[in-house]
T-cell receptor, first 114, second 112 residues
Framework: DAGVIQSPRHEVTEMGQEVTLRCKPISGHNSLFWYRQTMMRGLELLIYFNNNVPIDDSGMPEDRFSAKMPNASFSTLKIQPSEPRDSAVYFC????????????FGQGTRLTVV | DAKTTQPNSMESNEEEPVHLPCNHSTISGTDYIHWYRQLPSQGPEYVIHGLTSNVNNRMASLAIAEDRKSSTLILHRATLRDAAVYYCILRDLRNTGNQFYFGTGTSLTVIP
């Protein structure tokens, strides 16, 4: 397996634009996590899916952020409208909860909002 | 969720053993202790996890206190490639929510 795949790796956008980040989890994994990392706040859990269903979205900053998982092999994190304070590295991770093992992280998407 | 406490930073000489401590005094009986590390410009990667007994794998060893209120990640011979931020995390996988939260971690510097 190629691991967790995130796209794009880098995104630069203007304030007010819509941004969509994409994640393909490892095949067979049934848990998916979105994290955001900044120097000030470290790694923050934004949302967690289990079997494609959002279980905990308490970390989503505000209504400008939304996440979907239409099927087991794809998830998106959307920011609309984007703001400069959204600039961060966004990580997606997946794990097989049934097997009680580790989570695998993607390489991240570095988002810059100017 | 139960919290963990780690030193902000540590240094080690190359090829020396490193002991990275973690306190988790409010750990519950179903919390697993996980360690992840994050190399520069990469996503976090799994290192090791355990419940009650000490654990060994090819990357490291995990020593868990008898009362489970603390644990220590042991790198037997530090290399320059081990320079990273190490996170100690509690994860309850027996309940519906198996999400896990990262603290500030320990930044390990390896001195050649």
């Amino acid at each position: 397996d190629a691991g967790v795949i995130q796209s794009p790796r880098h995104e630069v956008t203007e304030m007010g634009q819509e941004v969509t980040l994409r994640c393909k989890p490892i095949s067979g994994h049934n848990s998916l996590f979105w994290y955001r990392q900044t120097m000030m706040r470290g790694l923050e859990l934004l949302i967690y899916f289990n079997n494609n269903v959002p279980i905990d979205d308490s970390g989503m900053p505000e209504d400008r952020f939304s996440a979907k998982m239409p099927n087991a092999s794809f998830s998106t994190l959307k920011i609309q409208p984007s703001e400069p304070r959204d600039s961060a590295v966004y990580f997606c991770a997946s794990s097989d909860r049934v097997l009680n093992t580790e989570a695998f992280f993607g390489q991240g998407t570095r988002l810059t909002v100017v | 969720d139960a919290k963990t406490t780690q030193p902000n930073s540590m240094e080690s000489n190359e090829e020396e053993p490193v002991h990275l401590p973690c306190n988790h005094s409010t750990i519950s009986g179903t919390d697993y202790i996980h360690w992840y590390r994050q190399l520069p410009s990469q996503g976090p990667e799994y290192v090791i996890h355990g419940l009650t007994s000490n654990v060994n794998n090819r990357m490291a060893s995990l020593a868990i206190a008898e009362d489970r209120k603390s644990s220590t990640l042991i790198l037997h011979r530090a290399t320059l490639r081990d320079a990273a931020v190490y996170y100690c995390i509690l994860r309850d996988l027996r309940n519906t929510g198996n999400q896990f939260y990262f603290g500030t971690g320990t930044s390990l510097t390896v001195i050649p």
